[in-house]
């Protein structure tokens, strides 16, 4: 692969913003490489994460922002995922609306093969400790900013 070409305009906060967009997309890229050998996309892997996370029996509403994705869209992957023995629902015994979500023996399978993140500790592994905890406190203020400006733009529509 060539090696990509500087971005260069007046504006410094969209040449950072591209060059995020790049990373973003390049590290992304090397991921989906590594779970292709399991069949697993990054959005699913995202979800089986997310629901080893929030515990077994989570409700999808909560699942949502740690995905972020709408509510309407993580019920649609997670009936896909149901669909392919990942996932198993079950109406709530107290509240017969809510939905839980927990993982199948397969589910937890594919979570235990997808956690193991090689590609992305060989490529975080070109920086420090000192560099990755900056990194750390930068990107954390981005996507905090991103989700204020995201309640701002919800607010006004």
């Not at 490489?33 to 077994?56: C, N, P, Q, V």
């Not at 922002?65 to 995922?81: C, G, L, S, Y």
């Not at 609306?97 to 937890?108: A, D, I, Q, Y």
Request: aromatic share 6%; net charge positive.
């Amino acid at each position: 692969m060539e090696p990509l070409m500087e971005i260069v305009s007046d504006d410094e906060a969209h040449n950072v913003w591209l060059l995020l967009v790049q990373t973003r997309d390049a590290l992304f890229n090397a991921r989906q490489k590594e779970l292709d050998k399991y069949h697993l996309s990054i959005g699913r892997a995202s979800m089986l994460f997310a629901i080893t996370s929030l515990g077994d029996g989570v409700i999808p509403a909560q699942l949502s922002p740690w995905v972020f994705r709408k509510p309407n869209t993580v019920w649609e992957i997670i009936k896909r995922m149901e669909k392919d023995g990942l996932v198993t629902t079950r109406k709530d015994t107290e509240r017969k609306n809510l939905v839980r979500v927990s993982l199948t023996k397969k589910g937890e399978e594919l979570y235990r093969l997808a956690s193991k993140r090689k590609s992305i500790h060989r490529i975080m592994s070109s920086l420090s400790q000192e560099e990755l905890q900056l990194l750390k406190s930068c990107l954390k203020k981005l996507r905090d900013g991103a989700i204020k400006e995201l309640e701002t733009v919800n607010k006004k529509s």
